[in-house]
Nanobody, 119 residues
Framework: QVQLVESGGGLVQPGGSLRLSCAASGFTFTRYAMSWYRQAPGKEREMVAAITSTGSSATYADSVKGRFTISRDNTKNTVDLQMNSLKPEDTAVYYC????????????WGQGTQVTVSS
């Protein structure tokens, strides 16, 4: 049974930090690139950050470059998103997603975790 379980969301003040974590199980984690997406109310889902299956390379949305860092631990089957200098516009539900490294299509999605940035 495939599972992607996100954790670490919550309420944080502007300028604060949060670390999201995604625990994967039920598939060969090392054969999958991993991404974090987010969706704010009334907006389309957007990719925030992505990391290759080996962890050797990462890409970021322009809106989070320099503030967010994606990382993975292939020994623990986890992928994290460190979010610093958070802004109110970062408020969204954040989703973890898994894509085979040979494909552009995502096979698996987590249930999401809410991040709210507000004073």
């Amino acid at each position: 049974q495939v599972q992607l379980v996100e954790s670490g969301g919550g309420l944080v003040q502007p300028g604060g930090s949060l670390r999201l974590s995604c625990a994967a199980s039920g598939f060969t984690f090392t054969r999958y690139a991993m991404s974090w997406y987010r969706q704010a109310p009334g907006k389309e889902r957007e990719m925030v950050a992505a990391i290759t299956s080996t962890g050797s390379s990462a890409t970021y949305a322009d809106s989070v470059k320099g503030r967010f860092t994606i990382s993975r631990d292939n020994t623990k089957n986890t992928v994290d998103l460190q979010m610093n200098s958070l802004k109110p516009e970062d408020t969204a539900v954040y989703y973890c997603a898994a894509r085979p490294f040979t494909s552009n299509q995502y096979d698996y999605w987590g249930q999401g975790t809410q991040v709210t940035v507000s004073s």
